[in-house]
T-cell receptor, first 115, second 107 residues
Framework: DGGITQSPKYLFRKEGQNVTLSCEQN?????MYWYRQDPGQGLRLIYY???????QKGDIAEGYSVSREKKESFPLTVTSAQKNPTAFYLC??????????????FGEGSRLTVL | AQRVTQPEKLLSVFKGAPVELKCNYS??????LFWYVQYSRQRLQLLLR??SRESIKGFTADLNKGETSFHLKKPFAQEEDSAMYYC?????????FGQGTRLTINP
C-alpha cells in the first residue's frame, strides 16, 4: 500500500520535553515537507527537503529540527524551544520531476498536545 | 512577499445554491495557483490547478491577474462539498497556503 505514513496520530507531551514525529513514504519522492495546521492560520511551512542530506527552513522553523538521512524518511523534532507546539502537523511529499507541478501528497497528520 | 489570502474562515450555503470561495494572492511574476480540499477524516488533496483549466467535481476557478484573484466556484452546491478548502501558490519549489475556508452545505 503506497503512500505517506505519519506516526503517531496523537501525542501528548509535557512542557520541556522534546518529541519526534515520524514521516515515512514509499512513493520514491525526492522532496518532502512539514507543515503545521492551525485553525484560522492555514498551513504554514516548517521545513522542507529536496534531497537526501539536505533541508531548508520554512517560514516557522524556530523550535523545530529535522533530518533527512534516507529518501523515505523525514522526521520532525519539536523541541522545548517551540513556544506554542500544540498543533496538527502534516507531512507531504511530491513527485521527483524536475519542476514542481504543485501537487503535494499528504499524510494523515499527527496531533500534538502539550500538557 | 508571496501571500495567499482567503478572507472567509467560514462559508455556509444551502444545497443547490451557487458557491464561491474567495482567494486573493500577491506574487511577483506569473503565479501558479491551486485549490486543495480536505474532506472530513480524509487527507488534504489537490482539487484543481489553474493551468489545467479543468472542472473537477463541478468546481472551476479562473485566474484573474488584474484582480489578483483565483476564486473557486460551483453553480449548484451538493452536501458532499462540505469540507475545508485551501488556496495555494507555488513559490520557490514550495506551496504557500491561504488560511483556509470551511464550507458547509446545508440540506
Amino acid at each position: 500500500d503506497g503512500g505517506i505514513t505519519q506516526s503517531p496520530k496523537y501525542l501528548f507531551r509535557k512542557e520541556g520535553q522534546n518529541v519526534t514525529l515520524s514521516c515515512e513514504q514509499n512513493l520514491n519522492h525526492d522532496a518532502m515537507y512539514w507543515y503545521r495546521q492551525d485553525p484560522g492560520q492555514g498551513l504554514r511551512l516548517i521545513y522542507y527537503s529536496q534531497i537526501v542530506n539536505d533541508f531548508q527552513k520554512g517560514d516557522i522553523a524556530e523550535g523545530y529540527s529535522v533530518s533527512r538521512e534516507k529518501k523515505e524518511s523525514f522526521p520532525l523534532t519539536v523541541t522545548s524551544a517551540q513556544k506554542n507546539p500544540t498543533a496538527f502537523y502534516l507531512c507531504a511529499s511530491r513527485l521527483p520531476s524536475g519542476g514542481f507541478t504543485g501537487e503535494l501528497f499528504f499524510g494523515e497528520g499527527s496531533r500534538l498536545t502539550v500538557l | 512577499a508571496q501571500r495567499v489570502t482567503q478572507p472567509e474562515k467560514l462559508l455556509s450555503v444551502f444545497k443547490g445554491a451557487p458557491v464561491e470561495l474567495k482567494c486573493n494572492y500577491s506574487y511577483s511574476g506569473s503565479p501558479e495557483l491551486f485549490w486543495y480540499v480536505q474532506y472530513s477524516r480524509q487527507r488534504l488533496q489537490l482539487l484543481l490547478r489553474h493551468i489545467s483549466r479543468e472542472s473537477i467535481k463541478g468546481f472551476t476557478a479562473d485566474l484573474n491577474k488584474g484582480e489578483t484573484s483565483f476564486h473557486l466556484k460551483k453553480p449548484f452546491a451538493q452536501e458532499e462539498d462540505s469540507a475545508m478548502y485551501y488556496c495555494a501558490l507555488i513559490s520557490a519549489q514550495k506551496l504557500v497556503f491561504g488560511q483556509g475556508t470551511r464550507l458547509t452545505i446545508n440540506p
